[in-house]
T-cell receptor, first 117, second 109 residues
Framework: EAGVTQFPSHSVIEKGQTVTLRCDPISGHDNLYWYRRVMGKEIKFLLH????????ESGMPNNRFLAERTGGTYSTLKVQPAELEDSGVYFC???????????????FGPGTRLTVL | GDSVTQMEGPVTLSEEAFLTINCTYT??????LFWYVQYPGEGLQLLLK?????DKGSNKGFEATYRKETTSFHLEKGSVQVSDSAVYFC????????FGAGTRLTVKP
């Protein structure tokens, strides 16, 4: 079974440009998460989808970031316009359906390294 | 809010040395605790976990015990190998995951 995949693996863009990151979760996983690690600091939560719905987007830094998950399958994270401080590694993770109060292991993709010049 | 603090790296050890990476947490209630590992060029992988106080998670020779009295979840391995070189992240969850900053471990032959 394929794991979580992310595309591209590395993106280098100039300040002010737009970049779209893609995540393909494990097939059948309802939960999809985005995280990012900036400048070697802690990995921070961005948002959580349950199927196509945004369950929690409290970690999104500002309105330059837009995440979508049309059809409840793959997800995209668009940064428009990109700023220097957006550089970092963006991770995607997925997990199966969970009942309230329980935890399902999150399976992570390899990440997309974004460099904004 | 919930948070995780882990020892800063990088950590460099010789093969067969003893490893400890400290992790402490701040959280209300009883979170689940995790150690994730990221090998070069790969994604995060769950290394071990503990879901309640005094639980010990173990995998691949690594161990960590959930200590509620000290709010800690230190990672240990008795004899590291070169293949253990990676970045290790401590994390907690009740709903979403909260990670520490990561500790880079390099093991030299």
């Amino acid at each position: 079974e394929a794991g979580v995949t992310q595309f591209p693996s590395h993106s280098v863009i100039e300040k002010g440009q737009t970049v779209t990151l893609r995540c393909d979760p494990i097939s059948g996983h309802d939960n999809l998460y985005w995280y990012r690690r900036v400048m070697g600091k802690e990995i921070k939560f961005l948002l959580h989808f349950v199927k196509e719905s945004k369950q929690d987007e409290s970690g999104m830094p500002n309105n330059r970031f837009l995440a979508e998950r049309t059809g409840g399958t793959y997800s995209t994270l668009k940064v428009q316009p990109a700023e220097l401080e957006d550089s970092g590694v963006y991770f995607c993770a997925s997990s199966p359906y969970r009942t309230s109060g329980t935890y399902n292991e999150q399976f992570f993709g390899p990440g997309t390294r974004l460099t904004v010049l | 809010g919930d948070s995780v603090t882990q020892m800063e790296g990088p950590v460099t050890l010789s093969e067969e040395a003893f490893l400890t990476i400290n992790c402490t947490y701040t959280a209300t209630g009883y979170p689940s605790l995790f150690w994730y590992v990221q090998y070069p060029g790969e994604g995060l992988q769950l290394l071990l976990k503990a879901t309640k106080a005094d639980d010990k998670g173990s995998n691949k020779g690594f161990e960590a015990t959930y200590r509620k009295e000290t709010t800690s979840f230190h990672l240990e391995k008795g004899s590291v190998q070169v293949s253990d070189s990676a970045v290790y992240f401590c994390a907690l969850t009740r709903s979403d995951m909260r990670f520490g900053a990561g500790t880079r471990l390099t093991v030299k032959p």
